[in-house]
């Protein structure tokens, strides 16, 4: 079981960290992903770490202001997200790929957390 949280209400250019702990089982050797989606627009991925955490992937709109990482003692991935916009807002998903390649579409992981809403007021 993965269990999101450290979501809310932000101000665009302040910072929020989200995290991700998973329950029951070690993943440290699972890729682990975020994900989000808005009303109306389907699932995207934001980023992703390898199990090592020596690789990482972010989608080109938060370049440079988002940082995933994890801690595989602690079982626990988290997203640092400074200097949000208002077009970060959505529900946060954090995703599991026991293959631990890490990959882009969201049909590849194997265990979602129940997500975390953002909000980024301007």
């Known amino acids: 079981q993965l269990q999101a949280s450290g979501g809310g209400l932000v101000q665009a250019g302040g910072s929020l960290r989200l995290s991700c702990a998973a329950s029951?089982?070690?993943?440290?050797?699972?890729?682990m992903a975020w994900f989000r989606q808005s009303p109306g627009k389907e699932r995207e991925f934001v980023a992703v770490i390898s199990w090592t955490g020596a690789n990482t992937d972010y989608t080109d709109s938060v370049k440079g202001r988002f940082t995933v990482s994890r801690d595989n003692v602690k079982n626990t991935v988290y997203l640092q997200m400074n200097s949000p916009k208002p077009e970060d807002t959505a529900v946060y998903y954090c995703?599991?790929?026991?293959?631990?390649?890490?990959?882009?579409?969201?049909?590849?992981?194997?265990?979602w957390g129940q997500g975390t809403q953002v909000t980024v007021s301007s």
């Open positions: 029951g089982r070690t993943f440290s050797r699972d890729a």
């Open positions: 995703a599991e790929d026991r293959s631990g390649y890490g990959r882009r579409s969201p049909a590849m992981y194997d265990y």
